[in-house]
């Protein structure tokens, strides 16, 4: 790993030439930021910039000094994460990096430290350091593989954070107390193999350790320090306390714990279990039609100020009587998502990523004494507003009556709902599969709309944020999932919308995954078949999932949705890749952790010995992601003539 110190000439401002129409290739280009983050004090500037293709971390001075502003340019292959400020002098950047482990792909996390002062870094704890090494693949040694686990950055506390390793033994984390300067650390509480998350409260102090009952990962467990007598205790001893519901912190009282349940309800919601009393004490948030997102803390951390969940967009609800900048900010560009990213410690300054859905935005700091808005970075080059399409939302029946949420993006030509006529559609099934698309900006569905496509995502059962009943319809059939995309396909044609003989099926992931069983299962209904990183062997990816810790449990939770094994290999499109004839698109990346590129080898072998037609892309050394931009640049290159090809280039592309 290189960090290497680079000068910046452009400062807040990142320029590039706006295309009539954006090229194939621009939509490859990864973020201009990626995160950013403002010192307590708000002289300084950190930022993740993409810097001909590779990040690095840039340093801005906002202090008015002339000071120039610098980068710290990263290896190839190093992925950013996130970046904060532990003090006003060293900014914490934490980064992945993909490779292989005994032959399996694994990514380690590592945290890059860099003091201002001195002008230089280096990486805060490493593998090397130990005594041990983390994650377990199969019955071989163990590799540390989390040097980026961070329970609590210690607002009150700008010379430590604590974080989570051991260099005794992997499988029992250790609380470790970390010095920012120089990596050094004292262990503040011993772990166990039954613990895999620790939670601090609002004071820093270390009060709930949350994991596996024993080595069979059959039921989660809590251990809790009482604050009353300093003793560790299991969740039996808190009568009503769940231990496998989600644990979201501690109010300014450190006997308030906030978790996350349903509490009789569809949707979940944020309760307080008072430790004391042993029993819930009021509702703090609950909507009752959307899952509750994530709290919201004050910019010191002090206390909890709201809670966020997901409509069509982020959702913000302010307890009491609070009115933030971000309120006005959100009143002033109606029609745009204000999300809050990183603050002084007296609010006096605000980052905010503004967009919406047909425009990709930039990255802005706020003065809130006059809401004046300074750009650090516009999210890509080249893009405006006018030359993407316009978004909107949807619901269509499944053919069992049930409501299915979903998002329409029009080509930019369209500006009239009159012309949605028999238009070439793109049919784009989120991953996950127990995630969710929502109403912002996708350069995925954009690119398609550029090229005059129609683009169709649902949320069908399974996905999250919309309660437990529609969740688990999808997690526990998930013939219901394919059902869920097929109806809306179908829905599109019934309305006229979109021509029947130009729809192609595309997606990532699971996604990838959704249009391959999806050609396999309605071959009337799909031109064409885009999957990117998509699992094609159901049962090969269970095995894969339990090479890792706690592996078979996710195993467990996703054998839900199929009733046996022929279940599995009658839903797996590698079982069943004769039953493809094509057009059909692969691409898959070497060193895919989530999907093993095994799995598009196997897929690109049986479509060709099946004499499909198949265009397959693998890339080198690449993740699940694309996280390359290179590699990126070279798919929707190649994926933009696959279309044209398939079903043919719209008359509506710019």
């Known amino acids: 790993m290189r960090f290497v110190l680079i000068s910046i000439i452009s400062v807040f401002l990142f320029v590039g030439a706006a295309w009539a129409k954006p090229p194939a290739g621009a939509f490859g280009q990864l973020p201009m930021a990626y995160d950013a983050a403002i010192s307590p004090d708000g002289k300084k500037l950190a930022a993740y910039l993409n810097m001909d293709g590779s990040y690095g971390l840039g340093i801005y001075y906002l202090d008015g000094s002339g000071q120039a502003p610098f980068a710290i340019g990263m290896s190839e292959g190093l992925k950013p994460q996130w970046v904060k400020w532990a003090n006003n002098n060293i900014v914490l950047a934490s980064f992945w990096e993909s490779h292989k482990y005994r032959g399996t792909p694994i990514a380690t996390g590592h945290i890059y430290s860099f003091n201002l002062a001195e002008k230089k870094g280096e990486i805060l704890i490493s593998p090397d350091n130990a005594k041990s090494t983390g994650t377990r693949l199969g019955n071989e040694s163990f590799f540390r593989q989390f040097n980026n686990d961070v329970i609590d950055f210690l607002p009150n506390d700008p010379e430590h954070i604590l974080m989570s390793f051991s260099d005794e033994n992997v499988f029992a984390p250790d609380v470790q107390r970390v010095n920012v300067s120089n990596g050094n650390y004292r262990r503040l509480r011993r772990g166990s193999t039954t613990i895999q998350e620790w939670y601090t409260d609002l004071r820093g102090e270390v009060r709930i350790g949350q994991g596996r009952e024993d080595k069979t990962n059959s039921d989660w467990t809590l251990r809790i320090r009482d604050v009353d007598d300093d003793q560790w205790r299991s969740h039996k001893d808190y009568p009503g306390l769940d231990p496998d519901e989600s644990i979201y912190g501690f109010t300014s009282d450190p006997n308030e714990l906030i978790v996350g349940r349903y509490n009789g309800k569809d949707t979940r919601g944020l309760y307080v279990y008072n430790l004391g009393q042993k029993s819930i004490t009021r509702t703090l948030f609950h909507n009752d039609d ?179 009943e529609f969740t688990d319809a999808g997690r526990e059939r998930w013939v219901v999932m394919q059902e869920d995309v097929e109806d809306g396909t179908r829905w599109l044609i019934e309305k006229g919308y979109a021509d029947p003989n130009r729809i192609c099926i595309a997606g990532w992931s699971y996604g990838g995954y959704a249009a391959l069983i999806g050609s396999i299962k309605n071959p009337d209904l799909y031109a064409c078949t885009v999957s990117m990183a998509g699992v094609t062997d159901l049962k090969d990816l269970i095995n894969d999932m339990k090479q890792y810790r706690f592996g078979r449990l996710t195993a467990k939770g996703f054998l839900k949705g199929f009733e046996d094994k022929d279940d599995l290999k009658e839903n797996s499109p590698v079982k069943r890749a004769d039953e493809m004839s094509g057009p059909i698109f692969l691409a898959h990346g070497t060193l895919d952790q989530s999907v093993h590129f095994d799995q598009f080898k196997r897929m690109k072998s049986a479509l060709k010995d099946s004499d499909a037609k198949v265009t397959a892309l693998q890339f080198k050394d690449e993740d699940h992601y694309l996280s390359k931009q290179e590699h990126r640049i070279e798919f929707f290159n190649a994926l933009e003539k696959f279309l044209e090809k398939s079903i043919g280039k719209s008359e509506h592309a710019l």
């Open 290 to 468: 959307y899952d509750v997102g994530s709290l919201i803390y004050s910019n010191d951390g002090s206390e909890i100020v709201g809670a966020s969940y997901v409509s069509d967009s982020i959702e913000v609800e302010l307890f009491g009587d609070r009115e933030s900048t971000l309120d006005r900010l959100r009143a002033k560009y109606d029609g745009f998502a204000v999300d809050y990213v990183d603050s002084t410690k007296d609010y006096s300054k605000v980052i905010v990523r503004i967009s919406s859905p047909s425009d990709a935005g930039g990255m802005f700091v706020v003065n809130t004494a006059t809401d004046k808005l300074s750009l650090v970075s516009k999210q890509y080059e080249g893009f405006e507003s006018a030359e993407l399409g316009a978004v909107s939302s949807v619901r269509y029946t499944a053919r069992d009556g049930q409501k299915i949420p979903a998002y329409v993006t029009l080509p930019p030509s369209i500006t009239d709902t009159a012309q949605l006529k028999n238009l070439p559609f793109i049919i784009l099934p989120h991953g996950g599969p127990f995630a969710r698309d929502s109403k912002r900006f996708d350069y995925f569905a954009q690119f398609f709309a550029t090229r005059g496509y129609g683009v169709l995502q649902m949320n069908f059962r399974g996905s999250v944020g919309y309660g437990k």
